[in-house]
């Protein structure tokens, strides 16, 4: 059982990180071939080469032992050991240089570093756009699509027209919703108003606001317990629960206790036990840890699902946007609330941690997968971008000084900035990868 789950985890693993990585290399491959800038070797995979053949252009494509990723390295030129930069005098060498990356104009140099996280930004907004387009919005007038069971009865029926929840007219564009969802709870039952058979009539259906589990995060206690999308959840410690609100605030009240939970699953009552863990949870621009369990809501408090309609392609492009700005202010807001220490390192995921997600994730549906994969795709591009060693942006920062201040950088200092960034994110690897391992 742990060897099936450990390879699907590897497998789902590989399946995200390594074309990820390979588009990012495509992307400096491109940008250089662009700006006539020469290639050294383009490789797929890492470690012993297994296969490799030269092109008309001189690039020397490899495929190797690890599927991990790849790389594109650029030839480097016997000039001045000091300061490769520099020009050589003799005119055959001359040209060789302004082929070769030292010798590309410092704006070219630059647009090839920021190609490969460019290509990652450009993937997750074409994913997330195309997670848009496929889940679609919801029809108006609101037509209900499917009545979910739940242990409480409901008169609702397919093809009920939504008029009125609890006396409140239902939202007639999706701009409303936000607004709506802050409905006063129901105790046991909920009051609708649909158009049913030509007329309008008055039924009743489930609470509102079920502690109803939509989603289920990998890596979680509700995860490891054995909690599914669909349950939901009656009982918590004896005590009987209606709304998702009521779990809750269960859940942060227990400091980490183990909680016995029943749970209601297609008819039949099971019974749990799970100890809520620390977690970030966002608040606007701050980050702080609270006690949860590792579950999320359905993104409407009520028991049935809606019909919905695809969005038309320029709509889904436009709404990608949204998806891709709010994962690089999440990212930004977690990494600070990492350096100021507000939430713990041990929400750091490494290759182990990354691939257990990738593995969880992969079997909860297609949807969640490629989420992921789009947010992992951001994230290579995120942290690329950053102007610290030994990534892209860095390269950026040192070709736009140089360039500055006429080439009076010495070559040594960046060589120097690399080695030791490279050092401390060999550590840094090997500290987040203990991690996965020992932290809880």
């Given at each position: 059982?742990?060897?099936?789950s450990?390879?699907l985890s590897?497998i789902?693993?590989?399946?995200?990180?390594?074309?990820?990585?390979?588009i990012?290399?495509?992307?400096?491959?491109?940008?250089?071939?662009?700006?006539?800038?020469?290639?050294?070797?383009?490789?797929?995979?890492?470690?012993?080469?297994?296969?490799?053949?030269?092109d008309?252009?001189?690039?020397?494509?490899?495929?190797?032992?690890?599927?991990?990723?790849?790389?594109?390295?650029?030839?480097?030129?016997?000039?001045?050991?000091?300061?490769?930069?520099?020009?050589?005098?003799?005119?055959?060498?001359?040209e060789?240089?302004?082929?070769?990356?030292?010798?590309?104009?410092?704006?070219?140099k630059?647009?090839?570093?920021?190609?490969?996280?460019f290509?990652?930004?450009?993937?997750?907004?074409?994913?997330?756009?195309?997670?848009?387009?496929?889940?679609g919005?919801?029809?108006?007038?609101?037509?209900?699509?499917?009545?979910?069971?739940?242990?409480?009865?409901?008169?609702?029926?397919?093809?009920?027209?939504?008029?009125?929840?609890?006396?409140?007219?239902?939202p007639?564009?999706?701009f409303?919703?936000?607004?709506?969802?802050?409905?006063?709870?129901?105790?046991?039952?909920t009051?609708y108003?649909?158009?049913?058979?030509?007329?309008?009539?008055?039924?009743?259906?489930?609470?509102?606001?079920?502690?109803?589990?939509?989603?289920?995060?990998?890596?979680?206690?509700?995860?490891?317990?054995?909690?599914?999308?669909?349950?939901?959840?009656?009982?918590?410690?004896?005590?009987?629960?209606?709304?998702?609100?009521q779990?809750?605030?269960?859940?942060?009240?227990?400091?980490?206790?183990?909680l016995?939970?029943?749970?209601?699953?297609a008819?039949?009552?099971?019974?749990?036990?799970?100890?809520?863990?620390?977690?970030?949870?966002?608040?606007?621009?701050?980050?702080?840890?609270?006690?949860?369990?590792?579950?999320?809501?359905?993104?409407?408090?009520?028991?049935?699902?809606?019909?919905?309609?695809?969005?038309?392609?320029?709509?889904?492009?436009?709404?990608?946007?949204?998806?891709?700005?709010?994962?690089?202010?999440?990212?930004?807001?977690?990494?600070?609330?990492?350096?100021?220490?507000?939430?713990?390192?041990?929400?750091?995921?490494?290759p182990?941690?990354?691939?257990?997600?990738?593995?969880?994730?992969?079997?909860?549906?297609?949807?969640?997968?490629?989420?992921?994969?789009?947010?992992?795709?951001?994230?290579?591009?995120?942290?690329?971008?950053?102007?610290?060693?030994?990534?892209?942006?860095?390269?950026?920062?040192?070709?736009?000084?140089?360039?500055?201040?006429?080439?009076?950088?010495?070559?040594?200092?960046?060589?120097?900035?690399?080695?030791?960034?490279i050092?401390?994110?060999?550590?840094?690897?090997i500290?987040?990868?203990?991690?996965?391992?020992?932290?809880?």
């Amino acid at each position: 059982m742990f060897e099936n789950s450990f390879f699907l985890s590897l497998i789902g693993f590989l399946i995200v990180l390594t074309p990820l990585v390979f588009i990012h290399e495509l992307g400096h491959y491109f940008a250089a071939k662009l700006f006539k800038i020469r290639t050294n070797a383009f490789a797929v995979g890492m470690g012993p080469i297994l296969y490799r053949r030269v092109d008309k252009q001189g690039t020397e494509w490899r495929i190797c032992a690890l599927p991990i990723g790849g790389y594109v390295s650029f030839p480097s030129l016997e000039n001045d050991p000091k300061n490769p930069y520099k020009a050589p005098e003799d005119p055959e060498k001359l040209e060789e240089f302004k082929r070769t990356l030292y010798g590309a104009h410092p704006l070219k140099k630059m647009i090839v570093y920021f190609a490969g996280p460019f290509v990652n930004i450009v993937v997750a907004y074409l994913v997330f756009a195309s997670l848009i387009m496929v889940e679609g919005n919801f029809s108006y007038p609101l037509k209900i699509e499917k009545v979910v069971q739940t242990p409480y009865s409901s008169d609702l029926r397919k093809g009920d027209i939504l008029l009125q929840i609890n006396g409140k007219n239902v939202p007639k564009n999706d701009f409303e919703w936000a607004n709506f969802l802050n409905l006063p709870e129901a105790n046991t039952n909920t009051e609708y108003k649909v158009y049913r058979g030509g007329r309008e009539l008055k039924v009743s259906g489930s609470p509102t606001n079920l502690a109803r589990i939509e989603f289920v995060h990998p890596n979680s206690a509700a995860f490891d317990t054995g909690l599914m999308a669909g349950d939901i959840i009656t009982v918590v410690e004896g005590k009987e629960i209606v709304h998702f609100a009521q779990l809750a605030e269960a859940v942060r009240k227990s400091q980490g206790k183990t909680l016995k939970l029943e749970v209601w699953r297609a008819g039949d009552i099971l019974k749990f036990e799970l100890t809520p863990r620390k977690r970030p949870l966002q608040n606007g621009t701050e980050v702080n840890e609270n006690w949860m369990i590792g579950i999320q809501a359905p993104p409407i408090p009520f028991d049935f699902e809606l019909v919905t309609t695809r969005n038309n392609w320029l709509s889904s492009l436009l709404n990608a946007w949204t998806f891709i700005l709010l994962n690089i202010e999440n990212t930004f807001i977690f990494l600070k609330a990492i350096l100021i220490g507000s939430i713990s390192t041990c929400n750091l995921s490494g290759p182990i941690g990354i691939a257990e997600i990738t593995g969880d994730v992969a079997q909860q549906g297609v949807f969640p997968f490629f989420s992921l994969l789009a947010s992992i795709s951001l994230a290579l591009a995120i942290f690329n971008l950053l102007p610290i060693p030994p990534f892209d942006g860095f390269h950026m920062a040192f070709t736009a000084s140089n360039w500055i201040l006429g080439g009076r950088v010495p070559y040594q200092l960046m060589n120097g900035i690399s080695l030791t960034g490279i050092l401390f994110f060999i550590c840094f690897f090997i500290f987040i990868s203990w991690q996965d391992i020992f932290c809880i």
